[in-house]
């Protein structure tokens, strides 16, 4: 079936810079999607989301770009800090459901 | 608001045992609850979707008489894995939704002996 696609890299950042977190997803009926940070031991927390008629979506220190052409999703993280350290997931609803299809995650290192 | 808890928060049972885990929507009331299984190092995966006073839909693949789950109030919904097994060790997530947005719970790491 369609899935939401992330590779597992582990992303080190230096504390201050800006991270990027990519994502691929394949479902063309999806039109909401959602990051989420999760911390070890703990459920998912929300960040930030964005509908499909969108392309972009800003937050407090965090960016969602949407891609609908190639299919691509980005979190942007400015000055990250070290309380940023976690695994970062995107995930896909479609409009006709309201199950939340979940991409691989991604674990950013924040170095001091 | 939009607090979901889950109880208990770790538990650690014997190898056939049955184990129930709790999810609690604390300020709101939710119409539909989804539960998740999250194995280490892994992504969720929905295990099945429960909406008040109906039977769950088992994502493909789920055991509905292993993983049975109970949706009998618009604040409450419960997991039983029965006859655990060591291989059901996982981080189970339940999430509360009212719309549009799932409110997740903290988890409930199961750890089968």
């Known amino acids: 079936g369609e899935s939401v696609g992330l590779h597992l890299p582990t992303l080190s950042v230096q504390e201050g810079d800006n991270s990027i977190i990519n994502c691929a997803y394949s479902?063309?009926?999806?039109?909401?999607f959602i990051w989420y940070k999760q911390e070890s031991g703990k459920g998912p927390q929300f960040i930030i989301d964005i509908r499909s008629n969108m392309d972009k979506r800003q937050g407090q220190r965090v960016t969602v770009l949407l891609n609908k052409t190639v299919k691509h999703l980005s979190l942007q993280i400015a000055a990250t800090q070290p309380g940023d350290s976690a695994v970062y997931f995107c995930?896909?609803?479609?409009?006709?459901?309201?199950?939340?299809?979940f991409g691989g995650g991604t674990r950013v290192l924040v170095k001091p | 608001g939009a607090v979901v808890s889950q109880h208990p928060s770790w538990v650690i049972c014997k190898s056939g045992t049955s184990v129930k885990i709790e999810c609690r929507s604390l300020?709101?009331?939710?119409?539909?609850m989804f539960w998740y299984r999250q194995f280490p190092k892994q992504s969720l995966m929905l295990m099945a979707t429960s909406n008040e006073g109906s039977k769950a839909t088992y994502e493909q693949g789920v055991e509905k008489d292993k993983f049975l789950i109970n949706h009998a109030s618009l604040t409450l919904s419960t997991l039983t894995v029965t006859s655990a097994h060591p291989e059901d060790s996982s981080f189970y997530i339940c999430?509360?939704?009212?719309?549009?947005?799932?409110?997740f719970g903290p988890g409930t790491r199961l750890t089968v002996t």
């Open positions: 999430s509360a939704s009212m719309g549009y947005e799932q409110y």
């Open positions: 479902n063309s009926a999806s039109d909401y």
């Open positions: 995930a896909e609803k479609e409009a006709a459901g309201n199950k939340l299809t």
């Open positions: 300020d709101f009331q939710a119409t539909t």
